[in-house]
């Protein structure tokens, strides 16, 4: 296991925690990010800023702290 974080550029795995709170926790959810779903690192930032992962067929932006929130079964 390790965190989204850690991700490279065309990695995949699977959502196995998510250990946000509160209403970060709730965005998360309500964009798809949820245990099990597949997930795919597409790119990030040139100081690892920001970072592109697509959730099924949708393409997200997520900040590098919240990434640190989520671990992820590589597959």
Do not use: C, H, W
């Not at 989204?4 to 998510?18: F, Y």
């Not at 245990?35 to 099924?56: N, P, Y």
Request: proline letters at 1%; zero cysteines.
């Amino acid at each position: 296991m390790i965190m989204l974080s850690e991700m490279n550029p065309g990695e995949q795995g699977i959502v196995s925690k998510i250990d946000a709170q509160g209403e970060l926790k709730q965005r998360l959810f309500s964009l798809g990010l949820r245990k099990g779903s597949q997930i795919k690192m597409k790119a990030s930032s040139i100081a690892k800023s920001t970072l592109e992962v697509e959730v099924g067929s949708t393409l997200l932006a997520l900040r590098y702290e919240e990434a640190k929130m989520i671990q992820v079964k590589r597959v």
